[in-house]
């Protein structure tokens, strides 16, 4: 019999398959119709204690391309597929004292669904590092299985905070030892892919003491300007700033990265993320060492889901389960991590010529 069911970072999730921190998981309401709907757990939308106020017109964008005429643009035209989603939303703008109660019902509703907290606070203060212990402290005390640090959220103009500290291995250092301190759920850390610097820092948050490393966040990015009405295609009084791209269009560059993780680091836990539609992506993700997978994009973009994505969980665990059965596997950890050993660097790959030397002259 194949099992749906994964151990990751000690949790027993009833599949692999969670909603990633963004609207999806904004609310009680939405968390608790994902679970319903199947979903192995949720990752809340971040919650946080200083004051957040969203632009003033739209927050997210979806855009599109089609193969007569390729262009990429959010304006609704036939034959077309998804590509990207761009959003720059901020963190949850519902107060840490409106979640605890939600958190605590969704729980007591849902006990066999993994319930995973996502909270950010700033950097270099006590008060800064207290800030990070009320917010883990209360969130476990109500039932949540496990806290993922947000570390990477790609716009934000606090220069203490998200992407802006990912990179940082004292900084990353300082909140996992504040928040390890008070509490002993499992924690997961979500890194900023677009750093030079990823490995570091993943080994500075697993040595600091991170169950698992979440990746990808969405890549710092902007969005398109029309050329015949010169505006952007999403903006507010016609200025715009630095937003998240997600969706299809980050697959490769995310599998990289978690592939990057995975192998220097073969025997810890990684979550995956990153333009995951449906199960291919989500085994490229568990090849290259993923052992849960986290969905935003598509299952916002799924009409009449009221954007937590009911047939694409169905459709996702219909699919693991027919994958399992057809090869002859129990659970996903029997094909986790079987890329590694087949990412090489260039010099590894053969040539047409043995004569070749790495585009450098032979030394004398």
């Known amino acids: 019999m194949n099992n749906l069911s994964t151990n990751f970072t000690g949790l ?3 599949n692999p398959f969670v909603l990633a921190s963004a609207p999806p998981s904004e609310s009680k309401r939405k968390i608790l119709k994902a679970f319903e709907a199947g979903w192995g757990g949720v ?3 971040t919650i946080g204690l200083h004051p957040v106020e969203n632009v003033a017109g739209p927050k997210t964008i979806y855009q599109r391309t089609s193969e007569m005429k390729p262009y990429v643009s959010r304006v609704k035209r036939a034959d077309t597929v998804s590509h990207s989603s761009w959003n720059w939303e901020l963190i949850s703008d519902q107060a840490l004292d409106v979640w605890l109660p939600d958190l ?3 729980k007591k509703t849902y006990p ?3 319930l995973i907290a996502s909270i950010m606070a700033g950097a270099g203060s006590e008060e800064e590092m207290d800030n990070w ?3 883990a402290t209360e969130c476990v005390n109500v039932g949540c299985d496990a806290l993922e640090l947000n570390l990477s959220c790609p716009h934000m103009d ?6 802006n500290v990912a990179n940082d291995e004292d900084i990353i250092t300082s909140i996992l030892k504040a928040v390890t301190e008070v509490v002993s759920v499992p924690i997961w850390v979500k890194l900023t892919p677009s750093t030079s610097t990823l490995v570091d820092a993943a080994a500075a948050a697993y040595g600091a003491g991170a169950s698992a490393i979440s990746l990808c966040n969405t890549f710092p990015s902007l969005p398109l300007m029309d050329p015949e009405t010169l505006k952007f295609e999403v903006e507010v009084d016609g200025l715009v700033t630095s937003g998240g791209q997600g969706g299809l269009a980050i697959l490769h560059q995310a599998l990289l990265r978690v592939s ?13 993320i990153g333009g995951i539609k449906g199960f291919n992506e989500a085994f490229n993700f568990i090849i290259h060492g993923a052992g849960n997978l986290q969905i935003c994009t598509a299952a916002m973009e799924e009409k009449g889901s009221g954007g937590v994505g009911i047939k694409l969980i169905q459709e996702l665990k219909d699919d693991l389960s027919d994958y399992l059965q057809r090869k002859g596997f129990s659970s996903i950890e029997e094909f986790r991590g079987m890329a590694r050993e087949r990412i090489v660097s260039h010099s590894q790959i053969r040539r047409k010529s043995d004569d070749y030397n790495g585009g450098y002259e032979k030394s004398a």
């Open 43 to 45: 990752v809340t939308k």
């Open 133 to 135: 212990r009320k917010l």
């Open 158 to 163: 606090r220069k203490d905070m998200g992407a």
């Open 104 to 106: 605590e019902e969704i």
């Open 12 to 14: 027993a999730f009833v």
């Open 112 to 114: 066999d669904r993994m």
């Open 260 to 272: 990057d993780i995975s192998r220097a680091f073969p025997d810890n836990s990684i979550s995956g």
